[in-house]
């Protein structure tokens, strides 16, 4: 869960990035690179190849074959999606429109495909996996995506994902939680 909420809290800072772009309002500079160099760490260098792992013990069990064949095509779409943020995330200041166009474009698209995504692992596959491991396994697996972790990132090294998102949510000024909230509802 915390995983999924770094990715996110990832999706509002790609969110809010195009919603600037599309305004022809600033990006600080610092913002999108420093956020699809987390997507590219966190969301698909470990977060996904650990999804990766699960999905043949998945298919062996026949368990949601066409949602796990779905879930790993999507993660190539989004490694593709990432290599092109990352190669014009330049763009947010570029001259040429359509460049700004197309970066926006990939931003958003990027979280309505992974919103629903992150959904299903969430309500489907997830909890189905209680039916295919047993208890000791599934602490087994706990402490193996700990290693793993710790491996990647350093002992904690989600908590510090999570303070870098934080950091750009900060440089963008979305950090603060009451600005979701509808002001006419309050």
């Known amino acids: 869960m915390r995983e999924h909420g770094v990715i996110e809290r990832v999706m509002l800072v790609y969110d809010e990035c195009a919603r600037r772009i599309e305004s022809n309002l600033d990006v600080p500079p610092e913002v999108l690179p420093a956020a699809t160099r987390l997507v590219r760490a966190f969301v698909h260098e470990y977060h996904e190849k650990t999804e990766e792992d699960l999905f043949p013990r998945c298919e062996e069990s026949l368990l949601h074959p066409d949602l796990i064949r779905v879930l790993r095509d999507q993660h190539g779409v989004g490694r593709r999606m990432t290599t092109f943020i990352e190669a014009n995330a330049g763009s947010t200041t570029s001259a040429k429109k359509d460049d700004r166009r197309r970066l926006a474009a990939a931003l958003r698209s990027f979280g309505r495909m992974y ?70 509802f309050q």
């Open 115 to 184: 919103r629903p995504h992150v959904a299903r692992e969430d309500t489907v596959l997830f909890p189905s996996l209680r039916q295919i491991l047993r208890a000791d396994e599934l602490d087994a697996l706990g402490a193996q995506l700990l290693v793993r972790e710790n491996a990647l990132f350093g002992v904690g090294g989600a908590g510090r994902k999570l303070v870098e998102v934080s950091q750009l949510e900060s440089s963008l000024g979305i950090a603060d939680l009451m600005r979701a909230t509808p002001a006419e």
